[in-house]
């Protein structure tokens, strides 16, 4: 009897904390910077109105996550999808987004003010924000940067992976170094970032190389944003932010948004995923195309090297990892999340859809930080960058 009393017990006191963590993860604003779901599905024609089985976002789901304002992203690659360029590519992002919208319209909100995304929460829609992820998008031309700025983008990142003639990327700065005709922020670039402050559009410098992170903190007057990004120190990676980046964005005023892509969480599963793309996994490639066609090898080689990083998988502890380190760096005011939702082939273990925000809030407060703390962490600090930066 009184074992059955204690497993009562037991059940009585996760029950009444499970229902804690979801009341404060209910009150919170919770703030996503980035989500690529238009690209990698809209475009596709797939209907995000309703619940998908597949893909990891839709309506349906940011409202079961507890989801209430979303950035999302304009991506194009390095090739435009449009014999016109990457600027009519953006265009049609935003049009795709528009059209969501406009079918939803007691469930979204399309905001460009800081007043009506806070109008969209006191509604309980989801309020959709615009960021143009990379600048190649403006083609070199401040007239474009004004035209998106008039479609409703709010940030933008200076670059994607491809630098522009003005700005050059992580990945260049530090793979491709030797190459680069130039490093940092050109005189043009500079005119970008100021001109970005003078519409109201957040300077993100997810995906930059050092030399243009700093030249860009170095120029804005306003509040930046790293959209999607992690902490160096834990997973060293080239996308990822060391300490003085860090405490630069913290004087700043800015915010350092979480990537949840597993390969920027783990050094483990960034170091296999490198040795499966490179001569190891070239070499059982080789090994396996002697026997199948090229259609075959690739399903083949696909469905391995996903079993291969499964072990790999960080859990959602090691994501709460990197919000911990800059809390401890600088302060709980300078974090937020940035989940890549959508745009990334491999998440935490838990982590597998835009419903599962709340195993972030239970982490939190198994480690003990406060209510208050939560709430600047899932939303608050961005939503303070936003009121400073957008009109």
Known sequence: MKLFLLFLLFLSVNFTQAQSIKKIHRKAILVDTHNDVLSSSVLEGKDISHRLTTGQSDLDRWEEGGVDVQFFSVWTDRTPRNKEGFFKDANQEIDSLEIIVLRNPFRMSLATTYKQVKKGIRQNKLVALIGVEGGHMIENDLNKLDSLYKRGMRYMTLTWNNSTHWATSAMDETQHADSLPHKGLSDFGKQVVRRMNELGVIVDLSHVGEQTFYD???????????????????????????????????????????????????????????????????????????????????????????NQLEPYRPTVSKLVDHIDYIVKLVGDGYVGIGSDFDGVSSLPVGMDDVTKYPLITRELKRRGYSNKSIKKILGGNVMRVMKADMK
């Open 216 to 306: 860009a903190i170095a120029t804005t007057s306003k509040p930046v944003l790293l959209s999607h990004s992690s902490v160096w120190n834990i997973c060293p990676v080239f996308r990822n932010v060391k300490d003085d980046q860090i405490k630069a964005v913290a004087k700043n005023g800015g915010v350092i948004c979480i990537n949840f892509y597993s390969g920027f969480l783990d050094s483990n599963f960034a170091r296999k995923m490198d040795q499966l793309e490179g001569t190891e996994g070239k070499r059982i490639k080789d090994s396996l195309g002697q026997n199948y066609d090229a259609a075959k090898l690739n399903e083949i080689w696909a469905k391995y090297f996903s």
